[in-house]
């Protein structure tokens, strides 16, 4: 989905949470929507399909404090925390 729409879904309260998961250690990271239904959304690129990658995580909690989201959960293999963005 495109960031204006997830804007527009997280307005009208569908998502429960978001998350930031690395692509890989050398790639970078991806944010992930968690719905209330337990579905999840990617961000995808502005002019395509694929899923949007961020260079550091700092990328990735800039985009998720723009669309909304005040904490952002962060997962790399069993280790979770939860950052404040």
Not at 11 to 18: D, L, N, P, Y
Not at 33 to 44: A, G, H, R, S, Y
Not at 63 to 73: D, H, P, Q, Y
């Amino acid at each position: 989905m495109q960031e204006r729409e997830i804007k527009l879904l997280f307005k009208a309260g569908v998502f429960e949470s978001c998350q930031a998961a690395p692509v890989s250690m050398a790639r970078g990271w991806s944010l992930k929507f968690i719905t209330k239904q337990n579905e999840v959304l990617t961000l995808n690129l502005q002019r395509s399909k694929g899923e949007r990658e961020f260079k550091s995580l700092d990328g990735a909690a800039a985009v998720a404090r723009r669309i909304g989201f005040e904490w952002l959960n962060v997962q790399i293999g069993d280790l979770k925390w939860q950052e404040k963005v």
